[in-house]
């Protein structure tokens, strides 16, 4: 599977962007999908997944109200729709086909990630 993210950017702090993932090479709609970060000397950490019919979604407390995570399989893509950004949401975004292990989230297949700057 190759996924390939965009959309990432330059925005000031309480803007909008949304992100996007497209999948080629794979089942995508038989996938859970799912969106993480790493902000600058910090580890990577799960912000959103979806299931395969995106009857389920699930967020990081630390987005939850502010972020939407979508997906449409007809175009095998899945987006990330961030409002209200925040200066501590500036990280490079990477999506990711995950899984739930019981306890964490994981990602099986990476995309290459995009950049997110959030101005003060």
């Known amino acids: 599977v190759q996924l390939q993210a965009s959309g990432g950017g330059l925005v000031q702090a309480g803007g909008s962007l949304r992100l996007s993932c497209a999948a080629s090479?794979?089942?995508?709609?038989?996938?859970?999908m799912g969106w993480f970060r790493q902000a600058p000397g910090k580890e990577r950490e799960f912000v959103a997944a979806?299931?395969?019919?995106?009857?389920?979604?699930w967020y990081s407390d630390s987005v939850k109200g502010r972020f939407t995570i979508s997906r449409d399989n007809a175009k095998n893509t899945v987006y990330l729709q961030m409002n209200s950004l925040k200066p501590e949401d500036t990280a490079v975004y990477y999506c990711?086909?995950?899984?739930?292990?019981?306890?964490?989230?994981?990602?099986?297949?990476w995309g290459q990630g995009t950049l997110v700057t959030v101005s003060s």
């Open positions: 990711a086909v995950v899984r739930w292990d019981g306890r964490i989230w994981s990602g099986r297949y």
């Open positions: 979806i299931s395969t019919t995106g009857g389920n979604v």
């Open positions: 090479g794979g089942t995508f709609g038989t996938y859970f």
